[in-house]
């Protein structure tokens, strides 16, 4: 039997500029804030309520989520997001993030086509998708 608390329904994300990042992941990945004070915001996915939540907190400490992997030295993220169009949302994220770069190929034939991008606080996030073009 499972733990009683194993479902995770919300994730913790610093940020320096709370309006900013409110905005960046509105525009950048449809999560509208349904609640904030000066200091956190509570985001959701529009429409559903399933998703984990999202909450920003505003922080003057430059720590922001990545790791290096040691074996391969690939910067990644601690937050994948899944969309059943990844070159349609890779197009999306492009013209608000300059310089995004293209999408590569997976490493591995198990894995999913996806890339890696920065939101708007410097922290490391990616977007997957197993559906293939």
Do not use: K
Request: charge should be negative; include cysteine; charged fraction near 20%.
């Amino acid at each position: 039997m499972p733990p009683p608390f194993a479902t995770l329904r919300t994730v913790e994300i610093p940020v320096s500029d709370l309006q900013r990042a409110i905005r960046w992941y509105g525009e950048a990945l449809g999560y509208a804030c349904g609640w904030s004070d000066p200091q956190h915001a509570l985001l959701a996915r529009e429409g559903d309520a399933a998703a984990t939540q999202l909450l920003l907190v505003q922080t003057d400490d430059p720590t922001r989520l990545s790791f290096r992997a040691t074996h391969s030295g690939i910067l990644h993220g601690v937050l994948d997001f899944e969309t059943d169009d990844l070159d349609a949302a890779h197009a999306h994220l492009a013209r608000l993030i300059p310089g995004l770069a293209p999408i590569p190929e997976p490493a591995h034939a198990w894995a999913p086509r996806g890339f890696g991008f920065l939101d708007s606080e410097g922290n490391r996030l990616a977007l997957f998708s197993f559906r293939r073009p």
